[in-house]
């Protein structure tokens, strides 16, 4: 299997993980506190990036076993973390996508002319954030992808 082989069928599973992940395994409940300031905050966003990871390397684990992609475990495992630590540091923004006074990613997007976007369109926030995390999870495959 060539490495941009093995890295597309990584982004596939990662992407899927993600979204399981992301989406049908994030409770509301965390959703609304991971933005939050201070420890609960950050605590309900480690829960979340927790079990969002353990759905990704469920997937990436799937894939490589029922389509023997060889993936090497220490690439796996690095990959895994550039997903994790990245979708953290985007999800601590949760519910603060149109603040006056941006922080983070936010401050980010921001800067890089999206302000205006993410006042005038309630959806802006959501689309960033998951542009964000796929991102992320393209260089995370290359790097399960690039070899032994």
Do not use: F
């Amino acid at each position: 299997m060539s490495k941009a082989e093995m890295a597309t069928a990584a982004y596939i599973a990662l992407l899927a993980g993600h979204d399981v992940g992301d989406h049908w395994i994030q409770t509301d409940r965390v959703a609304i506190s991971k933005g939050a300031p201070g420890r609960e905050g950050m605590l309900a966003c480690a829960r979340h990036v927790a079990t969002y990871t353990a759905s990704q390397a469920l997937t990436l684990y799937a894939a490589n076993r029922v389509l023997g992609l060889g993936v090497n475990r220490r690439r796996a495992l690095a990959g895994l973390a550039i997903s994790a630590v990245t979708h953290y540091v985007a999800d601590r923004q949760g519910g603060h996508w149109r603040d006056e006074q941006p922080r983070g990613i936010v401050r980010l997007a921001a800067r890089t002319g999206h302000a205006g976007w993410l006042q005038r369109d309630p959806g802006a926030g959501y689309l960033l954030d998951q542009s964000w995390h796929k991102g992320w999870i393209a260089i995370a495959a290359a790097v399960i992808g690039a070899g032994e």
